[in-house]
Every structure is written in C-alpha cells, then in structure tokens.
C-alpha cells in the first residue's frame, strides 16, 4: 500500500489528539465504527453559542488512513459552523488525503464520525432549549 | 538511517554466491535445455546439477523433483494434480487446514467445480491439527490432505506423522506446504513419507521465481501445463534456467548454513520475547514447536497494520496479520482459525529473522517498538 505524503503527515504528526470534556452543554461527540469490525473513531466537537465550532478533537484506532482522515477533519472544522460541518463529503477527505480506493471506507468513517457529532451538539442543544 | 529487515518469511535477499552462479546462465552461456547443441546441453546440465542441489537440501532422490515458476504454482500442482487422480465420485473430499496459504485452499475451492468438495481442517488454540476432529472428517472418502508443514505467520510445526499416517491408511493422497520449512528445520521427504511436497528458492536467499513440488513418482499425479512435455511431462515450458540453477545454490548454501541458523535465529527470537514480555503483548504459539526464526505477537489495542507502518517508518521491516480491505480491517485467518479473539488478531505483527540479523538490531527494535506502542496508544485509546 503506498501512503501520499499528506497522508504520512497527518499520521506522524496527527493534529489534535485528545478529548474535550463530553459532560461539557456545548460539547458533541461522534463515535462510529464498531471495535468488532475494525476501525473506531471518536470525534468531539466544541461549539460555541454563534454556533461555530471552536475546538475539535479525535481518538481513532485504525489504519494509517482513518487516522489521517480524522486528523484533516479535525483541522477543517474548526472555524467553521455545524451546517458547514454537516456538509462536509466524504469525497473531499479522500481527495485530499489521495487516498486509494481500498481506503474510501477510512474517508467514509470520518464524514459519518462528524455527522455524528453534529447530531449530538444539536440534541444537546434541543435538551437545553426545552429544560 | 538504515533499514533493517525482519521479514524473511515473506522473502530473502539474493545471496552474492548464488547470484554469481546464475549470472552466466542469463547472459554468456544462455540455452534452451530442449535444445541439441553445445549451449542447451550446458543447460540441461546445469538445470540437472541444479535438481541434485535440491533433492539433496530435501532429502528427495533426482527424479522426485519437479522444478515450477514458484510456490504457489507448486501447491495448485499438487492440489489439482493429485485431486484429478481420483474421480470426484470415488474420492470426493480435499481436505486442507484451516492456516493453509491461500494457494492451497484456492485451488481447493475451485475444484469444488469439478464435483469435489472442499472442506477445512480444524486447529487447536495452538495452531495445531486437532486429530480427533481430523480422524472424524477422514470418514467421508478423501483424494487429497494438505497439511503445511510450517506455518508462515506463526512458524508453528505440525506434527505430520500422525497426521501424513491417519490421511494414508484412509486411502487419501498427502501434501505438505513446506516452504517456511527448507533450510530452517530439518527437512526430508522419504522420513516424511508424503506423496507430495512443495518448496520455494526465494525464502532461503535463492531468487524469486524458481521452486519445486517433490513428487512421489508412483502416484499418477496429472499437470497443471501441458506442451512440450519438460520436467517428463510434468511441467511444460522452457525452464527457467538460471533462476533454477539460483535455487539449487541456494539450498547448498542453506544446508552449509544450517547450524548456524539454527543456533543464531532462536537467539535472536528470544531476546525478542523476553523484551516483548515486558510490553504486555500476545506471542502466538510460543507453547509448541516453532521455526526458529519466526515470533508472532499481538498488542492489545495497537492495530497490526497501523503500528507495521509506524515501525517502517523507523526503519524496521516487518509484517501484519491483517490486512485493511474495502470495508473493515481483516484479521489473519490463522489467528481465527487458532480461537484467538478478532480484536487481538487485528494487532499481530510477525518479526522473521535471518542469518545476517544481529542482537544489536532486535535490541535497538524494542526500544523503538516501545516509543511507537506509546505514541500510538495516545492515538487510539478510544475509551481514555
């Protein structure tokens, strides 16, 4: 398997590794992948009340790719809102990272990982609306 | 920075001498051996100087050794080969383990076809051949066993007498895949008393692209290729004569070589154990016999290939049981078949030592592989 360059970037030097606190009102956390079928990825998101992500974090245990795809989108949401978040394709983390077609799922993983936690951020912030 | 090899069960490095005995056959004194004049009669000789190196590294006579292409062909030759003399009504069941190296359980499979029925044999937690179940699975009538000799990921042995002895007193031909074997162990066809058994140049530093299937002669075994009738019918196509003549050097140069492999490489493997005890990891099949130059471990929640790739980074070659596919991370189907956990398999890395490895680099291996199982675990710990 031969990595790009920016792929052994990120792994060498992943952005961001960590946790944010998960009992935080303006914390959402995305967890995907299933331990029993291989690659898991955890991605915390700090949202701030304009509604534009601040901080994000991520934990993934998997392939040199998952963890670059995480690590790039952990770089990209920062700044930008839930909604732009939300939007963000699998395609393009694939793109970046040119990964090879065996590796889309990583790519995959990662747009599901911060849907995930968008969801969450947004029924936290229902909960706070409606207590 | 250098990088150091540790996987010389996936191949070797072209041994100098070996190279210097072929070197002739592709340039100045090449010839076709089919061929009458002075340079296909050279070649027929080398080819034949070639397959006494052999048989004798194997402990074959001459006419038992069928040169092939490589490894993989050796074992669709046998399985095919040997399957095909029974009909797949009288003798329907190919029986293969459950660690065998694809290129004997894919043959099996595609010959299920042509009427056969493939079916697996199953293995303990060690990795070994569960008699009891094997005896169970010979009631149906079987063409063909294949067993591998030494297992490639593991280096676990097998014990092959009882097994070679229960396939043929019920009626079923023998193969074993004894690649990782040659020049590791002691290796002798006639003691094995095998109807077949396949081995490879280029994990004893012979080149890539020449190997073998020893084959008892009284067994109607039928070709994979048919043509111009070479190896006497059983293998057509014009030899591949200097990578032939590479892989009987190189079996002379493993028998020479052969004590101290034997010495060296346990050495190295457990000064690699004891440093990996210390790492909290999982080594595979460390309670029974193994090849002595292969280790086998796992780390709790380090992926095999993630931690492959930062270790080559540093410049260490080593390999994964697993391999990330389309849609999940695959762990080593040995590993499966051994009961081991999927989440733990998916970790195993296998280190395969050679003669030119020293306790400097295994020493200089664990520190490194130390840094990364931290690095790497402030990566992954999902749950922290």
Request: aromatic share 4%.
């Amino acid at each position: 398997m031969a990595y790009s360059d920016k792929v052994l970037d990120h792994y060498e030097n992943p952005r961001n590794v960590g946790t944010l606190d998960k009992n935080d009102p303006n914390v959402g956390t995305g967890m995907v992948g299933a331990p029993a079928c291989g690659d898991v990825m955890k991605l915390m998101i700090k949202v701030n009340d304009s509604g534009i992500i601040e901080d994000a974090k991520f934990k993934t245990y998997g392939c040199g790719s998952a963890i670059a795809s995480s690590s790039l989108v952990t770089e990209w949401l920062k700044g930008r809102t839930i909604e732009e978040a939300y939007a963000i394709k699998n395609s393009e983390i694939a793109e970046e990272l040119a990964l090879p077609p065996v590796k889309i799922h990583c790519s995959v993983l990662a747009e599901d990982a911060i849907k995930a936690a968008v969801a969450d951020i947004k029924a936290k912030q229902a909960a706070k609306v409606t207590a | 920075m250098a990088n150091i090899y540790f996987d010389h069960n996936a191949t070797t490095a072209l041994d100098n001498r070996v190279l210097e005995a072929m070197l002739p056959w592709m340039t100045n004194q090449a010839g076709n051996p089919t061929s009458r004049h002075v340079f296909g009669r050279s070649a027929r000789d080398a080819v034949e100087h070639a397959r006494a190196q052999v048989a004798e590294a194997c402990g074959a006579y001459t006419s038992q050794v069928v040169f092939t292409s490589c490894g993989t062909e050796a074992n669709n030759f046998a399985v095919k080969g040997i399957a095909a003399i029974k009909s797949a009504a009288t003798a329907r069941q190919i029986l293969t383990s459950a660690i065998e190296h694809p290129c004997v359980t894919r043959p099996a499979i595609a010959m299920q076809q042509h009427g056969y029925v493939s079916q697996k044999i199953v293995v303990d937690a060690n990795g070994k051949v569960d008699l009891e179940k094997f005896k169970l699975q010979l009631n149906t009538p079987t063409g063909l066993v294949s067993v591998m000799l030494a297992n490639n990921e593991t280096g676990v042995i097998q014990e092959l007498g009882s097994i070679t002895e229960m396939a043929r007193s019920a009626g079923a031909f023998m193969h074993t895949d004894a690649v990782q074997a040659l020049g590791k162990i002691d290796l002798n066809f006639a003691d094995l008393n095998v109807n077949a058994m396949t081995i490879s140049s280029h994990k004893i530093h012979g080149p890539q692209g020449a190997a073998a299937l020893i084959v008892d002669k009284k067994m109607d075994i039928q070709p994979l290729l048919h043509g111009g009738g070479q190896e006497k019918g059983l293998r057509s196509g014009t030899e591949n004569v200097a990578a032939i003549v590479g892989f009987g050097a190189a079996c002379e140069l493993a028998m020479s070589n052969r004590a101290n492999f034997a010495a060296h490489t346990p050495a190295l493997r457990n000064q690699l154990e004891q440093g990996l005890q210390a790492l909290d990891v999982s080594i595979f099949g460390k309670q029974v016999a193994r090849i002595p130059n292969t280790s086998f471990f796992a780390i709790d929640n380090i992926e095999g290939e993630t931690l492959v790739m930062a270790l080559d980074r540093k410049g260490y070659a080593v390999a994964s049981g697993s391999a990330c596919s389309s849609d999940s991370t695959e762990p080593s189907h040995v590993l499966l078949a051994m009961g081991i956990p999927a989440d733990l398999a998916r970790g195993a890395v296998r280190v395969s030592f050679g003669a030119h490895n020293t306790a400097a680099q295994v020493a200089s291996f664990l520190a490194t592989l130390n840094n990364e199982i931290l690095r790497l675990k402030q990566l992954t710990a999902i749950a922290a």
